[in-house]
Nanobody, 129 residues
Framework: QVQLAESGGGSVQAGGSLRLSCATS????????LHWFRQVPGKEREGVAA????????SYADFVKGRFTISKDNAKNILYLQMHSLKHEDTAMYYC??????????????????????WGQGNQVTVSS
């Protein structure tokens, strides 16, 4: 079974950086959509960044382009979200998620997928203004 566990969140001043980690297990590493989304109480979830495991293609939400980078350490099966130039509006609960998707599934589609098959418990990021 696929299991996901986020870590690395915390509090930071605006303009600072954090790196979130997502330890993964039970996933094949092929034809998989791996992604980060975030959610604020009372608001809908927002796709943040996506990764297609077969080719390493990525997609980012407009509001994080140029500031966040998604990557994966295949040897350790860890998905990362490196966040720079953090803003107060980035404050949210961040989740990593995985979907077992067909060959050819795009990172853009992975970014906005709503039928998330697996996700972790979340990790809070708080940015002080």
């Amino acid at each position: 079974q696929v299991q996901l566990a986020e870590s690395g969140g915390g509090s930071v001043q605006a303009g600072g950086s954090l790196r979130l980690s997502c330890a993964t297990s039970g996933y094949t590493g092929i034809t998989d959509c791996l992604h980060w989304f975030r959610q604020v109480p009372g608001k809908e979830r927002e796709g943040v960044a996506a990764w297609i495991d077969t080719n390493g293609s990525t997609s980012y939400a407009d509001f994080v382009k140029g500031r966040f980078t998604i990557s994966k350490d295949n040897a350790k099966n860890i998905l990362y979200l490196q966040m720079h130039s953090l803003k107060h509006e980035d404050t949210a609960m961040y989740y990593c998620a995985a979907n077992l998707t067909p060959d050819g599934y795009s990172a853009g589609s992975c970014l906005i997928i709503t039928d998330t098959g697996y996700w972790g418990q979340g990790n809070q990021v708080t940015v002080s203004s």
